[in-house]
């Protein structure tokens, strides 16, 4: 849609994304149907093909919608966060979102998998501009010299790659006794490093 939207207009769209989110959250993109999307949404198919120009869109979009909120509530529990918790409020802000919200975490963790191939540069590109907040707080950290100068892309990657491992094997349950330790010694290898 390119003209400006009533509210009601609004509303419906968010509708339309949410009905979305939570088909292709259970089904993947290739199983999730159109009209169950639509009827799920409370709206016909053609009002979905309105604000949706076909169902790669409407993938795109609801991946894109998760991935704002998702980054928007992590990067709020990172704002006032020293550099030495930062590595553990990060991985705690991952697990409390997956634990609140694990059909969104999913989608955002699996929509490269499910993408069509013409839009995975066009997803890598917004999960670069999401890891963006967590960059700048990093390299504020540098210029402060309380963080090392090294490839700060590449550690921001590695960071949110560890963080969201943990929440997709289950192998390691948050309200376990194992939860803490894991946490704790990623912590320790990432801020002080494994050799003596």
Known sequence: MFFKMTKNQIERKLKILK????SFAASGFHISDIDKIAK???????????????????????????????????????????????????FDAHMDYYREHEETYMLVANAILQMPQNSINFFHEMHREKMKIILDKLQSGVEAGKVKNVDLEVLVKMLNLVSQIF???????????????VKETFVNVFNYGLLK
Do not use: H, W
């Not at 009905?19 to 939570?22: H, L, T």
């Not at 993938?59 to 529990?77: A, L, N, P, T």
């Not at 929440?167 to 330790?181: A, F, G, M, V």
């Open 19 to 22: 009905s979305a989110v939570q």
């Open 40 to 90: 799920n949404a409370g709206v016909g198919k053609g009002t979905l093909y309105r604000y949706f120009q076909n169902k790669e869109d409407l993938f795109f979009e609801s991946v894109k919608y998760c991935m704002d909120e998702m980054y928007d509530e992590i990067g709020k529990k990172l704002e006032n966060v020293g550099y030495g918790d930062f590595v553990a409020v990060l």
């Open 167 to 181: 929440c997709l094997t289950k192998d390691i349950s948050p309200e376990s006794d194992d939860y803490e330790r």
